[in-house]
């Protein structure tokens, strides 16, 4: 295994996440003769699309599908294209200057970049309803990892909430890999068709349609689907039934696991810290960097590719990943050939095509984003949804000004959990947009480390003078 | 809430609290706590409530436990190792404990 200490000083190129569009983005440049390196801070390549793509313990390419396998190619492509790929790797600073402050197995580096491009892609949009910390409640996200990556799947009563493609693609995985389902609650609001219903010849066009109706048939057909208004997890120490009603009227289900899903958004903590100006997406209900052509962010140098520059998906994140890197290439030697990136650019916007649907059917409703009384808004610190709402009403302007009245937002998640939810509470309450609520602001480390992991650094003579008496 | 689709995988010894828990190759912490069937991680430092692995993908930070000895690691992002001591986490500091 790669050591920090072996890391170069400096690279032309930093590429941070190995999921679709840092694996595509590296292979591309490496290929291209730029000396490269991809940061990746779990144990293998394919991000979370594609996790565990070369050592899943899934035999049965029929439980995962086509879709999922497809990472492979781009894995095998990405270390054969002569890119340094490190996992088990930890960025946890990324500044104007590019300079990136990364961990392996315990010992840290500051490593110089010429170009960066950021593919640290989404994580799944906070859903915070009652009970949602209650040990027996996780993710899809995190269930469909578990089924990735270690072929573990739900065996117990478990019920699936909340929508998206990502939740039915579980349920279907789940069915297939012989895994129970009890139910499935969805919290699609019928008046999302009001928008999505006019996206929907463009998504008809789009690859998705029919992979999406397919999904649908093979799920509905086998378990018991309800729609709702309403979810609560309910428990002592841990999960024990799900409460759920729809129009008022309640029923409860004996469960052991709830799976909780609506929709992905991107991971802005590390493109934040750097610097990079975000904007509120409104179709998408989140913040997403501002971004040229090439996905160039507004720091001069440092590129968001993959779904980090908005929720568009996997293959689309590698395209992303394409075009953010030939714009690299092109930087730092303009002599170089090429690959086309009009045709790339084409494929994209196919890709992209049928995302206007997706996007309006799957708004999650306002009583999921934006919850009331003692429901957690903050899960580190335990800050509860009133607390917000009322620092918000009491005059609290913005998120940053409420971690220092409740200290949400400054637990070891760093607002990955709240951070969307302080700020739509704070809109609401104030009669004001997210926009112009903001988000936090972001300071390194975005990811935790040890007084020893800084210790670690190598030390010059001149900095050591400086502090010596 | 977990069971193993195939028995595939080479065996890993870890412990947890001391207790000996049966772990795969391939296997992160906090996956081999699922599937040991080991209901919570940690105990919040707010109010001391019982926490379990979320996201397991390195995102909500509620998988943290000690290994070797080391607090506050993100379990979901750990391989098991042979011999890896687990430690799940309490929380709330209690005054004069």
Known sequence: MMAASDLAPSYDLVVIGGGPAGLAAASLAARAGVSTVLFDENPGVGGQIYRAIATTPVADRSILGEDYWAGAALASEAKASGALIVNGATVWSLDPQKIVGVSIAGKARMIEAKRVIIATGSQERPFPIPGWTLPGVMTAGGAQTALKAQGLVPSGRTVMAGNGPLLWLLAAQTLRAGGRIDAILDTTPWRNWLQALVHLPDFALSPYFAKGLALLREVKAKVPVHRVDRVEAVGKEKLGEVVFASGGRERRLPADLLLLHQGVVPNVNLANAAGAAHVWNDRQLCFVPVLDADFGSSVPGIAVAGDGAGIAGGTAAAERGRIAAIAAVRALRADTTLPDTQAIRQKLQREEMGRAFLDWLNRPAESFRQPEGETLACRCEEVTAQQVRDMARIGCEGPNQMKAFLRCGMGPCQGRLCGLTVTELIAAERKMTPAEVGYYRLRPPVKPITLAELASLPISEAERKAVER | ?97
């Open chain 2, 1 to 97: 809430m977990f069971k193993r689709l195939a028995d595939a995988g080479t065996a890993v010894a870890i412990t947890v609290d001391g207790k000996p828990v049966a772990a795969r190759a391939g296997d992160t912490v906090a996956a081999a706590l699922l599937a040991a069937g080991i209901d919570h991680c940690r105990t919040t430092p707010v109010t001391g409530a019982p926490r379990a692995p979320y996201c397991l993908m390195g995102v909500c930070f509620e998988c943290l436990v000690t290994v070797d000895g080391i607090g506050s690691r993100q379990g979901c992002l750990i391989p098991v190792r042979e011999g890896m001591k687990v430690e799940t986490q309490i929380g709330k500091r209690e005054a004069g404990r």
